[in-house]
């Protein structure tokens, strides 16, 4: 993650691949689905919370590190205790641990999710909308929880230089960001005209 003003890393972001056999990387668009529908993303998610604090904490002071939660992760009651135990264990302050959650989350429209992430918000932790703008979108979103960050859909980020369709949501979606006080990221930008 780079910061646009200063043009220097600010974070990083944990991307899980499997290295698949015979068959070499496997993207999570292949495999995740499988994970959640099988209930392994759980015990799966906890490995990667705990290998990215461990390997975060050994940054500079000023580097975060992001992680994704699934939906099917919070179905399981004790995930703030797993966050407390992976950021414990290994010695990362709250401060430098940014969660990233999807729309998705909250299609339950239970209490629990809510309460969950305003648990571990009050730890310091800081939590980021994902994938903003496409699957089960709603601005209301935006207005039932403090969220840290918005990170907008790469879908309209790496379209936005040959689609006005696109320039306008992620412009809009900065200027929502921006009056909502949240940092903004644009996921997918990778050559000089989409940055």
Request: net charge negative; glycine share 8%.
């Amino acid at each position: 993650l780079v910061n646009t003003r200063t043009r220097k890393t600010a974070g990083y972001e944990t991307l899980l691949r499997w290295n698949r056999p015979g068959h070499g990387l496997v993207s999570p668009g292949v495999f995740i689905t499988c994970a959640e529908e099988t209930g392994i993303i759980v015990p799966l998610g906890e490995w990667v919370l705990q290998r990215a604090c461990n390997d975060a904490v050994g940054w500079p002071d000023h580097i975060k590190v992001a992680v994704n939660l699934s939906p099917a992760q919070f179905k399981n009651a004790n995930l703030a205790d797993v966050v407390m135990c992976a950021l414990v264990e290994s010695g990362l302050s709250p401060q430098r641990l940014e969660l990233e959650v999807t729309e998705t989350v909250f299609l339950a429209n239970e209490t629990d999710q809510w309460a969950m992430l305003h648990q571990l918000k009050g730890l310091g932790i800081s939590i980021a909308l994902d994938d903003f703008g496409t699957g089960y979108s709603s601005l209301s979103y935006l207005t039932m929880f403090p969220f840290d960050k918005l990170k907008i859909d790469k879908s309209f980020t790496q379209n936005m230089t040959s689609r006005a369709s696109c320039a306008a949501i992620v412009s809009s979606a900065l200027a929502i960001g921006h009056n909502l006080e949240m940092a903004t990221t644009a996921e997918g930008v990778e050559t000089k005209n989409q940055f």
